[in-house]
Every structure is written in structure tokens, then in C-alpha cells.
T-cell receptor, first 113, second 113 residues
Framework: AQKVTQAQTEISVVEKEDVTLDCVYETRDTTYYLFWYKQPPSGELVFLIRRNSFDEQNEISGRYSWNFQKSTSSFNFTITASQVVDSAVYFCALASGTYKYIFGTGTRLKVLA | SQTIHQWPATLVQPVGSPLSLECTVEGTSNPNLYWYRQAAGRGLQLLFYSVGIGQISSEVPQNLSASRPQDRQFILSSKKLLLSDSGFYLC????????????FGPGTRLTVL
């Protein structure tokens, strides 16, 4: 069975702190894709990154970075020097060969000024 | 570039009333289309997806239905709303590839009283 687990329900940090959001996935497929989305208070899900199972290179985009480790089935997301605008719910998702995407339950990040 | 629209943005309906939510995509052809529901403070629940005109797959049996009368139009309906239908409804699209990135619309916030 396919599954995405985001064990952290809510995280609070003070502005400028670094924060890591965890994502652990389960799949028997060898080809799959992992995603991160951001849901700000407005509600719309904003796409952040897509990573395929054959590419374990870490990625950095500004203050955002992603650590993909197949050995631990994890795809963690780190925000460096967090800002209040980073406050949102973050979803991790898995897709592998079907039209269904498996979403985690989300992690609510609160960045306090 | 591609754009996805949803309307209305917010809706308050009495129990037992009908429902029609609309989603349209611009700038692409033959997209895969999805309806999700997000209950307050919860994750995403896939309701329906469509790979073409008139082709609808239902993920959760309930009093909701979906239709795709045109290539880039996806409609979510109900004949009689229940209190449990309250939530945030999100439409998403992908290109033809089944593991492509999903892009989400702005959502419709439905309150059933």
C-alpha cells in the first residue's frame, strides 16, 4: 500500500530560525514522484517541488532545500532563516503510475515574529 | 501559460439544497482534472478525477457527483447537501502524463447550514 506520513502536525518557530518538515513515504513501485505543496491561509495549494525516484540529489531554491533519501524513504523539507510569510500548511505527496496522488495530512508551520 | 479558475469562491447553502461548483482550465488541452475536499484542519480527500470528456472516476461514494461536459470544464454537483459536505473544495489539473505535477485552483469554501 502507498502511504505518506507527516508526523509533525504543527511546528512553531521564531523568525530567522531554521525548520525542517519531515515526510516519510511508502511504496513498492520503483518509479515514483514526490512533491511538496504550500497552503497559505488563502487556501490555494502552491506547488513547490517535484522529485522523481531516480534523482536523489538534494535541491536548494533560495531559503528552501529538500533532502531526498531513498534508504530511509524520506523527503524532508528545510526552510532556512524562516520568515513570517512562510507560515502555512505544508503537504507532502506521492505519485506512482496511477492517477491518484497520495497526500500526507500536512504540517502547520507557524513562524512568530 | 495555464490558469485554473474556480467559482464561486465562497458559498453558504442550507441543508438539502443543490450544489454546483465549477472549475475551468485555460491554456492547455485534454488535461486530467481532479476534485478534492478538505475538511477544516484536515488533509486532502480525492473525490473525483477525469481523464477526458464524460470520463469520471469516483473515489468516495457519497451524495456528490461530477461531470465533464467540455474538455477544460469540470463540475461538482449535489442534489441535496448534507452538513458533512461543508469544506474547502479544490480543483486540480495535470497534463496527460499520470505522474505529472498537479496544479490547484483557488478553491471554493462551502458552508452548509
Amino acid at each position: 500500500a502507498q502511504k505518506v506520513t507527516q508526523a509533525q502536525t504543527e511546528i512553531s518557530v521564531v523568525e530567522k530560525e531554521d525548520v525542517t518538515l519531515d515526510c516519510v513515504y511508502e511504496t513498492r513501485d520503483t518509479t515514483y514522484y514526490l512533491f511538496w505543496y504550500k497552503q497559505p491561509p488563502s487556501g490555494e495549494l502552491v506547488f513547490l517541488i517535484r522529485r522523481n525516484s531516480f534523482d536523489e540529489q538534494n535541491e536548494i531554491s533560495g531559503r528552501y532545500s529538500w533532502n531526498f533519501q531513498k534508504s530511509t524513504s524520506s523527503f524532508n523539507f528545510t526552510i532556512t532563516a524562516s520568515q513570517v510569510v512562510d507560515s502555512a500548511v505544508y503537504f507532502c505527496a506521492l505519485a506512482s503510475g496511477t492517477y491518484k496522488y497520495i497526500f500526507g495530512t500536512g504540517t502547520r508551520l507557524k513562524v512568530l515574529a | 501559460s495555464q490558469t485554473i479558475h474556480q467559482w464561486p469562491a465562497t458559498l453558504v447553502q442550507p441543508v438539502g439544497s443543490p450544489l454546483s461548483l465549477e472549475c475551468t482550465v485555460e491554456g492547455t488541452s485534454n488535461p486530467n482534472l481532479y476534485w478534492y475536499r478538505q475538511a477544516a484542519g484536515r488533509g486532502l480527500q480525492l473525490l473525483f478525477y477525469s481523464v477526458g470528456i464524460g470520463q469520471i472516476s469516483s473515489e468516495v461514494p457519497q451524495n456528490l457527483s461530477a461531470s465533464r461536459p467540455q474538455d477544460r470544464q469540470f463540475i461538482l454537483s449535489s442534489k441535496k447537501l448534507l452538513l458533512s459536505d461543508s469544506g474547502f473544495y479544490l480543483c486540480a489539473w495535470t497534463r496527460l502524463a499520470d505522474t505529472d505535477t498537479q496544479y490547484f485552483g483557488p478553491g471554493t469554501r462551502l458552508t452548509v447550514l
